[in-house]
């Protein structure tokens, strides 16, 4: 039986800062964010998206009545969760309408957690196929205003729904893990902002790859050649390239200059986006299956997952004939049409964010085009409008 992704929708704001005038301001030569850390584009999420609005904002478009009655899992990856206690998916459940009989639960670990979510979804559709799991990948990317790590900020959620006979990717039941105590990156509960050794982060997210992407071909007897194209976690897309460039000696010239013309896909979205740590990995597959004509059914494609702290895993899925079908493909307009603010406009909605204090605070959400916002915090609870609720 095949089971894997069936639909793959993104969501992020409607608002971006330009990288080149970003770099400006930061006294940086523009090549260095447009190319050194290669990133065009960043997604400037305003006070009225979270990692709950996101979620539901990247579902909700993609969910038919059947499928919301078919899903009984809900996984929401995350690391920027609004709740030391309580799972945003309930919230997100709650928002997409979802059946009470669900399983609802959030999942943490740094990028990685999505991934632990659609290989649980895929055992659990694997004993119950007619079933349906959502899994969602949703964080807002945050280093600070004037750090390292600042054009390396983003945000966003990608949706996907697990199914058997999916349309978009049959995913592989093999899969090679790692995971280590490593203080690259971590974020303790009095900060808003994450702490991350940047370069620390950059060499074991390559140390983690090579290691399971040669383990994963070791142990199911895989020939790299059999693997049409490689999707990466892109923290920066520069990232993933570092990464593709330190396998390219497995293999011959010709597979070479294929895995790197594939890669210029892969990242094509996410360089207009910007991290989103969980989704990200799942927003440059959406990237490469929307943009890449190369491609096509049948074809096999590895996928790296990183989180720092750290664990990483490679997989594999093959696509299936339907693909466009389950893909959201009104993506590079409404990316096209986002408004661009100025640095000191991003800067303001920066540090406008919704504060970590008891206290009941509003925040505006008029300009927000979204179906569901964030409209403040009422006796210490986050409140949430759906526009068509
Ligand atoms: N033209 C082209 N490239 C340029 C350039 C220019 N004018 N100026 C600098 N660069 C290149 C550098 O050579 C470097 O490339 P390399 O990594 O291939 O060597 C790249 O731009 C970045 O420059 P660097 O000086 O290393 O940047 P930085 O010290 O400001 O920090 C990160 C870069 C990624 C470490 C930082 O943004 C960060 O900490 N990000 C968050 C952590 C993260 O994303 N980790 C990833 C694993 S999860």
């Not at 059947?66 to 919230?91: F, H, M, P, Q, R």
């Not at 899994?135 to 807002?140: L, R």
């Not at 897309?237 to 010239?253: D, E, H, Q, Y």
Request: hydrophobic residues 40%; proline residues 4%.
């Amino acid at each position: 039986m095949k089971v894997g992704i069936d639909k793959l929708h993104f969501a992020t704001s409607h608002l971006y800062v330009d990288m080149a005038e970003l770099a400006t301001a930061r006294q940086a030569e523009p090549d260095k964010y447009l190319i050194g850390i290669g990133q065009s584009k960043m997604a400037v999420i305003p006070p009225s998206q979270d990692a709950v609005t996101l979620a539901a904002n990247a579902a909700a478009p993609m969910l038919t009545a059947a499928d919301i009655a078919a899903i009984d899992l809900l996984v929401v990856g995350t690391e920027s969760g609004i709740d030391n206690s309580k799972a945003s998916a309930i919230y997100v459940a709650k928002l997409l309408g979802l059946d009470r009989r669900v399983r609802t639960i959030e999942m943490k670990e740094a990028c990685y957690a999505a991934t632990a979510g659609v290989q649980l979804a895929q055992d659990h559709v694997r004993v119950h196929p007619d079933k349906k799991a959502l899994v969602i990948g949703s964080d807002v990317a945050r280093y600070g205003l004037n750090t390292p790590g600042e054009p390396t900020q983003g945000g966003g959620a990608v949706a996907m729904l697990i199914s058997a006979d999916p349309k978009v990717l049959a995913l592989g039941t093999e899969s090679s893990l790692l995971s280590e105590d490593v203080m690259d990156f971590w974020r303790p509960l009095y900060h808003t902002e994450a702490l991350v050794d940047g370069k620390y982060s950059s060499n074991i997210y390559i140390d983690y790859f090579q290691d399971v992407f040669k383990n994963y071909l070791q142990t199911t007897q895989t020939s790299p050649e059999a693997l049409t194209a490689l999707v990466f976690h892109l923290p920066y897309t520069k990232m993933g390239l570092k990464a593709l460039r330190s396998v390219l000696p497995l293999v011959g010239a010709n597979q070479q200059a294929q895995w790197l013309a594939h890669f210029e896909h892969a990242r094509q979205l996410n360089r207009q986006v910007g991290n989103l740590y969980t989704g990200s990995l799942y927003l440059s597959l959406l990237s490469q299956l929307l943009t890449d004509p190369q491609l096509q059914p049948g074809n096999q494609l590895g996928l790296f997952s990183y989180g720092s702290g750290a664990e990483g895993e490679f997989y594999t899925g093959v696509i299936q004939p339907d693909c466009q079908a389950g893909l959201d493909q009104g993506l590079p307009q409404r990316l096209a049409r986002r408004r661009r603010v100025s640095v000191a406009e991003y800067e303001a909605l920066f540090s406008h964010q919704l504060q970590w204090r008891a206290d009941d605070q509003s925040v505006s959400y008029a300009d927000d085009p979204h179906r569901f916002v964030l409209t403040g915090q009422k006796d210490e609870q986050r409140q949430y409008l759906d526009r068509q609720g």
